[in-house]
C-alpha cells in the first residue's frame, strides 16, 4: 500500500494540474476572507491612507473584469509554451525527459499563480453592486455609506495579486527558454545524480562491493510494467514476522512480467499469502522514474549522447558534456562503499537482500553505452578516453581504475575499425598515456 501511495504521489507531482487546484482554492478561500473583512467594517482604514483613493463600484468592477479575463489569457498562453516547450525538449533529448519538465516546479507555480488570481478576481467580482442595485441583505446595506457596494480590501489584494502575476510572468518567459538548454538539461539531470549516489552510497573512502545473495524459492510477479517503488520498510517487517530472509532480483526500474521472479525467500517455505504480501510491496506503472532508480539518470544521460552523436545530428560537444557528468558520477562511485541498497535506513540489511550492483554495472551502464557511438567521433573519443582519466582520479581501489582502464581500451579497440591515420594515432596516445598512469598509481 506504501508502494502505491508513493508512486501516486510520484505522478501527482509531475503533473500541471495538482498546484494549479491548490492555488486555485487558496485563492478561492482569500477571496471569501477579503469579502468577510470589508463587509464587516475590517478594512476602513484604508480610508485613513491619503495615497489609496477609495473605487467605485463600476471602475472596480471594471479592474476586476480586466484582471480576469487578462490572467486566464495569460494563462492559456503559458499553459501552450510550457507544452511547446515540452514537446520540444522530449523531441530532441528523448521521451523519457518528459517526466523531468513535467515535475518543473517553475512551470506548475506560474501556472499556479495565474490561474489563482482569475479564481480570486472572479469571486470578488460578483459581490461588487453597484449604484442602482440592492443590497443582498443587512450587513451587505451597512457595509459601505457609499451608494453600492465595493470591497476596497478586496480590490487592493486583487491589484497586489496581479502585480505578483506580472513578475511571475517576466520570470517564466526566461525561466522556460533557459530550461531547454541542454547544458541546462544536463546540469539538472547530472546534479541529482550525484546527489543520489551521495545519499544511496553516503560511506566514503571505501571500496566495499556488494555481497553475493542467498538463494531460495522464487516469488513470481503477477502483473506487467516498470517498477517505480519497492517498499523495503514493509518487507522488512515481512521479513521479520515470517522469520525469513528475502533476497530481491529485480531493481527498481525493471520491467516485469507474468512469471518473472521479483524475489527469492530463505529461511522457510512460501506459502501464498506470504508471496502476496511481497507482491504488493512492488508498485509497478508504465514509465521509469528516478526515485529509488539510480540507473535511470546514467541511462538519460547516455541517451541525450547517443542522440547527439547520431548522423542525423553529430552534435559531439553535446555528447562530450554528457561525458563530463558521467565522469563525475564514477569519480563519486569511485571512492564510496557500494555494499548499501536504496533507503537503506528503513530495513535491515541481513533480512532484506536488494539487487545491489558493483562498480563495474554502473561503468558499463554509463560509458559503456556510448562507447560504441563514440568510437566513430574522433572528437568524442579523444574526450571519452579523457572522462575515464579525469574519474580514475576520485577511485580510492585499483581494481576500480583498473576498470576504467579496460574502458577505454574497449573503446581504442571499436575505435580502431572506425578510424584512421592521425586520429587514430592521437587516441592511442591518449590511451597510453593513460595506462602509465593508472601504473604510476599503483607503485
Known amino acids: 500500500m506504501i508502494a502505491r501511495l508513493r508512486s501516486f504521489w510520484l505522478s501527482v507531482n509531475a503533473s500541471y494540474w495538482f498546484y494549479p487546484a491548490i492555488f486555485s482554492l487558496a485563492a478561492a478561500a482569500l477571496a471569501f476572507f477579503t469579502v468577510y473583512l470589508d463587509r464587516n467594517g475590517f478594512a476602513e482604514w484604508l480610508n485613513e491612507i491619503s495615497w489609496l483613493h477609495a473605487s467605485r463600484p463600476e471602475g472596480a468592477r471594471t479592474v476586476l473584469t ?3 479575463g487578462s490572467m486566464i489569457g495569460v494563462a492559456s498562453t503559458v499553459f501552450s509554451i510550457t507544452i511547446a516547450a515540452v514537446a520540444y525538449a522530449s523531441g530532441n533529448y528523448g521521451p523519457r525527459l518528459l517526466t523531468n519538465f513535467m515535475q518543473d516546479k517553475g512551470n506548475q507555480l506560474s501556472l499556479g499563480t495565474f490561474i489563482a488570481t482569475f479564481v480570486y478576481a472572479v ?8 449604484e442602482d442595485e440592492q443590497p443582498s441583505d443587512a450587513i451587505d446595506a451597512g457595509a459601505t455609506a457609499l451608494p453600492g457596494f465595493t470591497p476596497q480590501l478586496s480590490l487592493l489584494v486583487a491589484t497586489v495579486m496581479v502585480m505578483i502575476a506580472i513578475a511571475v510572468l517576466v520570470f517564466f518567459l526566461h525561466h522556460i527558454p533557459d530550461s531547454i538548454r541542454i547544458n541546462t538539461v544536463l546540469k539538472g539531470i547530472g546534479r541529482r545524480m550525484l546527489e543520489q549516489i551521495r545519499y544511496r552510497f553516503p560511506n566514503e573512502r571505501g571500496d566495499e562491493e556488494p555481497s553475493e545473495r542467498d538463494e531460495g524459492t ?4 503477477d502483473f506487467s510494467g516498470y517498477i517505480q517503488i519497492i517498499d523495503f520498510e514493509n518487507l522488512d517487517e515481512i521479513a521479520k514476522d515470517r522469520g525469513c530472509t528475502i533476497g530481491l532480483r529485480q531493481r527498481t526500474g525493471d520491467f516485469v512480467h507474468l512469471g518473472v521472479p521479483l524475489a527469492e ?5 512460501p506459502d501464498d499469502d506470504l508471496c502476496d504480501d511481497i507482491r504488493k510491496c512492488f508498485s509497478v506503472g508504465g514509465m521509469r ?3 529509488q532508480d539510480l540507473e535511470f539518470l546514467f541511462d538519460e544521460i547516455v541517451e541525450i549522447a547517443l542522440r547527439a552523436l547520431s548522423p542525423g545530428i553529430n552534435d559531439p560537444f553535446t555528447a562530450i558534456t554528457c561525458m563530463h557528468w558521467l565522469a563525475a558520477g564514477m569519480a563519486e562511485l569511485g571512492n564510496r562503499d557500494l ?4 533507503e537503506q535506513e528503513t530495513y535491515d540489511r541481513e533480512r532484506v537482500k536488494p539487487l545491489n550492483d558493483d562498480f563495474g554495472h554502473f561503468v558499463q551502464r554509463g560509458f559503456g553505452g556510448i562507447r560504441a557511438s563514440a568510437a566513430g567521433s574522433a572528437m568524442a573519443s579523444k574526450k571519452f578516453i579523457d572522462a575515464l582519466y579525469s574519474a580514475s582520479l576520485g577511485c580510492t581501489n585499483g581494481e576500480r581504475r583498473q576498470r576504467l582502464l579496460d574502458e ?7 575505435a580502431r575499425k572506425t578510424l584512421k591515420g592521425p586520429s587514430l594515432i592521437e587516441l592511442e596516445d591518449r590511451l597510453k598515456e593513460f595506462e602509465r598512469t593508472i601504473l604510476d598509481m599503483r607503485d
Open 123 to 130: 469571486l470578488v467580482l460578483r459581490v461588487v453592486r453597484s
Open 265 to 269: 525467500i530463505s529461511g522457510r517455505e
Open 408 to 414: 577505454g581500451r574497449l573503446l581504442v579497440e571499436q
Open 66 to 68: 480586466v484582471i480576469a
Open 289 to 291: 522514474t528516478p526515485t
Open 218 to 221: 522464487p516469488v513470481r510477479a
Open 339 to 342: 555494499d548499501r541498497g536504496p
